[in-house]
């Protein structure tokens, strides 16, 4: 399906002048950014979004999956995605925005384990999940999963699914966030009511700060703005930005490649996100045919980029059946269609912003005046809303960072690549 909402309100460019002050300066147009201007200007504050890109969610999150699902290996994490589904689930209405269209599909995340070691782990998985209060994630045997879904291999000994989660377009969320962000006072029907401008083109070059030493602004290419506060959410750009404040935030930009595979007539158009567990190899049905995606644990970290380059092999690394990492192994039907010649395929590349221990940096830094939004580790778009909410809620002084799971500075302990 495809998500067209050009008819609607958009959001609010500064082509001109940027204003002198404003109440609050985020660092990004992503879905991260573009998520806190929507709840600041929900929450009555002005907020110039400064994004250095021609267009807004442009990089990374234009090449994102565009899915969410609560089944995580963390409390924290699920939190962040639960508390986000009701806007997501009714955005026109929840938003302001009637008639606007996030493309929502809600066909389900399928977990496939092919030996009993990860089958063994899934069970453990779906445990821990319902201690969360997860209780519909279905646990089925391989013969159980082949009566659903017929195009399953014969070596699926195991799957993990749940149908509530499900497919989302990332850029017409971010898009929607924007152009609520923008028109927050006539949504929110109050004079006072925040607002939220967006300087594209536009470079932070260094932070304005006042005699204590408290981020006071922004020094950009297009001249200073002064703020109350400061959020840095700039994806895999955020740690080249927080050095420029002289804060160290780790952030490793590691590069993720999307396959997309338009027109597909082999994809049942109605199946779940289809995930093998041992490789991290998934697809998921789009476009009338197939976005598809491995997270490869040894790609190397890199520095940021403003345009992240693809490699074919990744491309063969999945459609090849005799490549190890071939979606072959899950459905047999992958094998013809490489075998057959896949129509014209083209791949898309952003950059996950991984931290230690791949959850992300929400709340005040040790800089008075300077927050973060960011780390998400690939998992953005799903957390955009819960982080976002937490990060303006810190900002405002309605909550503690002390009770915040993902503050700056809290002790972290390195974990394994999640699959996607």
């Known amino acids: 399906m495809t998500v067209d909402n050009s008819a609607l309100p958009t959001y609010e460019r500064v082509d001109g ?8 300066v985020v660092i990004g147009a992503g879905v991260a950014g573009a998520a806190t201007a929507y709840f600041a200007a929900r929450a009555g504050l002005q907020v110039l979004v400064i994004e250095r890109r021609r267009s807004i969610a442009s990089l990374t999150t234009a090449a994102a999956t565009g899915a ?11 939190a962040l995605v639960h508390e986000g589904l009701p806007l997501y689930l009714n955005f026109a209405d929840e938003s302001g925005l009637t008639g606007w269209n996030l493309g929502i599909r809600q066909q389900g995340y399928l977990f496939c384990s092919r030996t009993e070691l990860s089958a063994a782990k899934g069970r453990e998985l779906v445990a821990l999940q319902r201690t969360f209060g997860l209780t519909d994630v279905e646990l089925l045997s391989g013969d159980e999963a082949r009566v659903r879904w017929p195009y399953l291999s014969p070596e699926i000994r195991q799957v993990r699914f749940r149908a509530g989660d499900g497919f989302i377009d990332q850029v017409a969320l971010t898009h929607g966030y924007a152009a609520a962000s923008s028109h927050a006072a006539r949504i929110n029907g109050a004079r006072g009511s925040g607002h939220a401008t967006y300087a594209l083109e536009t470079t932070v070059i260094g932070f304005v700060r006042d005699a204590s030493g408290a981020v006071i602004g922004v020094h950009t290419n297009r001249g200073d703005v002064n703020a109350s506060q400061t959020v840095i959410a700039a994806g895999p750009w955020s740690g080249a930005v927080a050095r420029l404040a002289a804060l160290d935030l780790p952030i490793a930009p590691t590069i993720r490649q999307k396959l997309v595979i338009p027109d597909l007539p082999a994809i049942d158009q109605r199946a779940p996100m289809t995930i093998d567990d041992e490789t991290g190899s998934h697809w998921r049905p789009a476009l009338a045919g197939a976005f598809a995606l491995r997270t490869d644990p040894e790609t190397p970290v890199g520095e940021p980029l403003l345009e992240v380059p693809t490699d074919e092999a990744m491309a063969h ?3 090849d059946p005799a490549s190890p990492t071939s979606l072959a192994l899950l459905a047999p039907f992958w094998r013809e269609v490489w075998h057959s010649g896949p129509p014209a395929w083209q791949l898309m590349a952003g950059q996950y912003e991984y931290t230690p221990d791949h959850r992300p940096f929400i709340g005040p830094t040790d800089q008075p005046g300077l927050f973060v939004n960011t780390g998400y580790s690939g998992h953005g778009v799903m957390c955009s809303a819960g982080g976002a909410r937490r990060t303006v809620d810190l900002l405002l002084g309605r909550a503690s960072a002390a009770d915040e799971p993902f503050r700056v500075g809290r002790p972290m302990t390195a974990r394994a690549h999640d699959v996607l």
Request: glycine content about 0%; charged content about 25%; hydrophobic content about 55%.
């Open 68 to 78: 969410f699902r609560l089944q995580h290996d963390n409390v924290d994490e699920f």
């Open 17 to 24: 002048a940027l204003p002198a002050r404003v109440d609050l």
């Open 317 to 319: 690394a999945l459609l």
